[in-house]
């Protein structure tokens, strides 16, 4: 059974830069690739960044050159940096966890981290 435990959200102004973590836990970590993604309301879930494979990476377009995706596997954990905060960057970011060549059999989600940006 996968764990995904986002934290870091808060409220930013402006120009800040934010850093949220997702700790793993329920599995083996080196058999997948995390990816981060977020929802404001009324708005369809999107690509923030995820990792396609243990070392390859993708970034959505929304926040491409603002954002960079990294891991530390000795804690299972994987970091979303957020630069240049603009105000529609607020949403709910989660945390989702697949292996790669099994993307049929779907993949695991975290509750969510808030990310308010405001003056």
């Known amino acids: 059974q996968v764990h995904l435990v986002e934290s870091g959200g808060g409220l930013a102004q402006p120009g800040d830069s934010l850093t949220l973590s997702c700790v793993f836990s329920?599995?083996?970590?080196?058999?997948?690739?995390l990816g981060w993604y977020r929802q404001a309301p009324g708005k369809q879930r999107e690509l923030v960044a995820r990792?396609?494979?243990?070392?390859?990476?993708r970034y959505g377009a929304a926040m491409k050159g603002r954002v960079t995706i990294s891991k530390d596997s000795a804690k299972n954990t994987v970091y979303l940096r957020m630069y240049r905060l603009k105000p529609d960057d607020t949403a709910v970011y989660y945390c989702?966890?697949?292996?790669?060549?099994?993307?049929?059999?779907?993949?695991?989600w975290g509750n969510g981290t808030q990310v308010t940006v405001s003056s």
């Open positions: 989702n966890a697949m292996i790669p060549g099994w993307e049929s059999v779907g993949a695991d």
């Open positions: 329920g599995s083996d970590f080196s058999l997948y690739a």
């Open positions: 990792f396609t494979s243990t070392t390859d990476t």
